[in-house]
């Protein structure tokens, strides 16, 4: 990519439109973070209640997601492993980002998870050679001298310092403060996605999940998504100009 779009590698091929997008739970059709938590971890039951809070807005997402990954002892090579056993691609992705190849709409993953694990599950799922930037958080040694695999020895490393962990609406921002820009899509499905939520032109959240209801609540404009074979339709018709973003954006369908 050319030393012209260091901070927005995304307009490098001069694109019209750019696809930001979450990656558990919205590429893949279930959260690897919330798989691990639920097997690994303190459980399911309390996941819940802790996203809860979050969505109240009694509580902050970089906390509560870290004491919920804290409670998974089991060595990160483990994780991996069971990760690439049980998450699975959704049926429709992959055709879109071939589209998207095609069509010169680049793909950023934004996401609240670790990039390792993101790109070992994109390796499996789309083969060697995939081509998307991620924007992410990481993994890191629990305390000096000790292996992220070996019981207890990882920890996740943030993005930024906000009460996020990973503020979405930073990447962005970069885009959207253009004077001329391209038109912005966002798909996303749950807590980790509330701070890029009103940041683009369409925002798709995933149907039966949590940011459905947030969006309601805040009043934001989006439109429902089952899998990716809706997105592909919505945004080829976008791109066709056989309806406008705000034509799209249609809540709960």
Known sequence: MGSAHVDTPALATNPNYIFFT?????????????????????????????NGEVLAGRAHFRDVFYRMLESIETPFDECMQHLLENIKLDPGFKEFYNWSKENNVPIVILSGGMEPIIRALLDKMLGPGWDMQIVSNNVAPSAEGRSINEKGGWSITFHDDSIHGHDKSLEIRKYSQLQQRPTMFYAGDGVSDLSAARETDLLFAKEGKDLVVWCENAKIPFVTFRDWSSISQTVKDIVARKITVEEAARGRI
């Not at 279930?30 to 819940?48: Q, T, V």
Request: proline share 0%; glycine share 10%.
């Open 22 to 50: 979450d990656f558990d739970g919205t590429i893949t059709t279930a959260d690897s973070n919330d798989w691990m938590i639920d097997n690994l971890g303190f459980g399911a039951k309390r996941r819940e209640a802790d």
